[in-house]
């Protein structure tokens, strides 16, 4: 199928993705917006999401995001992209009034929430599985681009398993565009300000190794943060420097967000299914990438995650 098939009767559109945006997630939703403004230039379009990262600035049009959200209106069609409805925040609302729903997704954990769902498991990011569904030749630069982006971010530049020869094949598609990729995943991927260096440094520092050092766990405080002066999204990356650790089979990174409230990341060479134990606790995502929201002291959290994380690892 053809995504504009599913819109191109639709007068009023949105778009949007989940709460705290990853590269993913932005570079699909901004790659659709674009996408849709060119084929269907008379159709209002609006994208809701929270405020990306500064370093997503080079993706066109993005101060078009709005991030402060219209919950009254009633749109034809609504698009969610890399996530399920619950994790839109508070464009959830706005999602459940519009006529028709659409769900374009690639975690395991999502079922389909929409009038359509489209959700592939066995692709490498959400972008790549929107890139399929749009019409080749109404492809320009700047959509690719935002392509690009979501795809590199999800495959850990093409790095992880989840990159395979299709997602290679749309790269390859992509970059005859001629695009700086290069630069692009420099800036968006793995440049860090300064700030960001310290609070990373701080967490591999305080970063603890348990079960036989087969994992690893860190968190940061909310205190921590003030001290810092940084915010969630600085603290982009933390979770995969500990994975990257010899012997580590899972890595957990948490940071506060409220009291008794944490935020959990894990990330997996494949012995550990991390979306298995997110989904045990409200969360999602991959095999190797995934992460909840956890009520609890640090301490208890950790537990409860080791318990799960100690049976798969007993079953292996």
């Known amino acids: 199928m ?53 370093i997503f600035q080079c993706i066109s049009h993005i101060e078009d995001i709005k991030s402060e959200f219209n919950t009254n209106k009633v749109y034809d069609v609504f698009v969610a992209l890399d996530t399920t409805d619950e994790r839109l925040g508070d464009a959830e609302p706005i999602y459940r009034n519009a006529c028709k729903k659409i769900n374009i997704d690639h975690h395991i954990s999502n079922s389909g929430c929409g009038d359509v769902s489209i959700v592939e498991p066995k692709r490498s990011s959400t972008a790549e599985l929107l ?5 080749p030749e109404m492809v320009d630069e700047e959509i ?3 392509i690009y982006i979501g795809i590199a ?24 565009f001629g695009f700086d990729f290069s630069k692009i995943v420099e800036e968006t991927f793995f440049e860090k300000t300064y700030l960001q260096t310290q609070i ?8 603890v190794r348990f079960m036989h050092e087969r994992c690893i766990v860190s968190m940061v405080s909310r205190r921590m943060m003030e001290f810092y002066c940084v915010t969630p999204k600085d603290l982009d990356g933390i979770v995969n420097h500990l994975q990257s650790v010899k012997g580590v089979d899972c890595a957990i990174f948490m ?24 989904m ?4 999602g995502g991959h095999v190797r990438a995934a992460g909840c929201t956890m009520n609890g002291t640090y301490h208890d959290n950790i537990n409860n995650l080791s318990i799960e994380i100690a049976e798969q690892l007993k079953n292996e």
């Open 2 to 54: 053809r995504i504009i098939d599913e819109v191109k009767d639709a007068k009023t559109i949105a778009i949007g993705g989940h709460v705290r945006p990853d590269g993913d997630c932005i570079g699909s939703v901004m790659g659709l917006y674009l996408y849709l403004k060119r084929v269907m230039p008379k159709a209002e379009i609006d994208v809701y999401l929270d405020k990306p990262a500064d």
């Open 131 to 135: 890139y399929d569904l749009m019409e």
């Open 144 to 146: 690719a681009k935002a």
């Open 153 to 176: 971010h999800d495959t850990g530049v093409f790095r992880y398993s989840n990159t395979s020869p299709r997602t290679l094949q749309i790269v390859a598609e992509l970059i005859k």
């Open 200 to 207: 990373m440094g701080r967490a591999v520092l305080e970063s």
């Open 255 to 278: 940071y506060e967000t409220g009291t008794l409230e944490y935020k959990v990341s894990m990330r997996s060479n494949g012995k550990v299914d991390v979306a298995a134990i997110a």
């Open 280 to 283: 045990k606790f409200g969360g």
